[in-house]
C-alpha cells in the first residue's frame, strides 16, 4: 500500500491540463485535416522529446544506439511526410506542427509522470487524477466548440468516440505503469511503435487511406529507430 503524496498528486493534475486533453484535441484535429497514417506516424517522435527530457531531468543516460534510434524516428517521420504532402494547401506546415506538438507533449509527460511516480508509485491514482482534470478541460473545450455541447451530436459517433476513449484509458494506465518500472528511454519507443496498427488499421476501414512505397519505407525507418532504441 502505497502513501499519498501531495507534491505527486500536484504534478498530476498539471500534467492532465495538457495530456491526455490538449493531446487528444490535437491528435483528432490532425486525423481530420491530415489522415490518421501520417498523424499517427509523427506522433512517433514522442521518444525523442521523452529520452532528451529524460536525460535532463531523471539523469538517465543517452547511449549511442539510443542517438541513432531517435535519428532514424526523425528521418523516417520526414520521408512519411514528404510521400504524404499536400504542395497545394498553404497550410500545410501548420498541419504539421499539431501532430508534432501532440508528440512533443506526449513525450514530456512521461518523464514528469515517472518523477510523480517516485514519489507516489501508484498509476491508478496517475491516471484518476490526470483524466479527472482532463475531463473538465476537454467539456470546456466542448461546451465553447461551436456554442454548446449537444449541436451537431451524433450518436453513432459517440459511440465509436467512447470506445476510444476507453482503449486511450486502458492505453494510458499501461504506460504509466511501465514507467513505474522501467526506464522512460525503454517504454517511451515501446509506446511509440502504435502507428503500425495506425496504419493498419487504417488501410482495412478507411478507403481513402491508401500506402505507397514512401510510406512503407518511412514506416520501416521509424520502427528501426524503434528498434536501436529499444536495444541499446
Known amino acids: 500500500m502505497t502513501h499519498a503524496d501531495l507534491g505527486a498528486a500536484a504534478l498530476f493534475a498539471g500534467v492532465g491540463l495538457f495530456f491526455p486533453a490538449l493531446v487528444a ?102 491516471v484518476v487524477i490526470g483524466y479527472t482534470i482532463s475531463s473538465v478541460v476537454l467539456v470546456g473545450a466542448a461546451a465553447v466548440h461551436n456554442g454548446g455541447l449537444a449541436r451537431h451530436f451524433s450518436h453513432r459517433g459517440a459511440l465509436w468516440f467512447a470506445a476510444v476513449g476507453i482503449c486511450n484509458g486502458l492505453a494510458v494506465l499501461s504506460m504509466y505503469a511501465a514507467l513505474g518500472r522501467g526506464p522512460v528511454a525503454l517504454v517511451s519507443p515501446l509506446v511509440a511503435s502504435y502507428p503500425l496498427v495506425t496504419v493498419l488499421l487504417s488501410g482495412a476501414l478507411l478507403k481513402g487511406e491508401r500506402a505507397s512505397l514512401q510510406l512503407a519505407a518511412a514506416v520501416v525507418v521509424t520502427v528501426a529507430g524503434v528498434v536501436l532504441l529499444v536495444v541499446a
Open 25 to 126: 484535441l490535437l491528435n483528432f484535429e490532425s486525423n481530420r485535416l491530415m489522415g490518421p497514417s501520417i498523424a499517427g506516424a509523427v506522433s512517433g517522435t514522442a521518444p525523442v522529446f521523452a529520452v532528451l527530457l529524460a536525460v535532463i531531468l531523471l539523469g538517465e543516460r543517452l547511449r549511442t544506439f539510443q542517438i541513432l534510434g531517435i535519428a532514424a524516428i526523425a528521418g523516417g517521420v520526414m520521408l512519411m511526410y514528404r510521400s504524404e504532402r499536400r504542395p497545394h494547401a498553404p497550410w500545410s506546415l501548420w498541419m504539421l506542427a499539431l501532430p508534432v506538438a501532440a508528440a512533443a507533449t506526449r513525450g514530456a509527460v512521461q518523464p514528469i509522470i515517472k518523477l510523480g511516480l517516485e514519489w507516489w508509485p501508484d498509476p491508478i491514482v496517475a
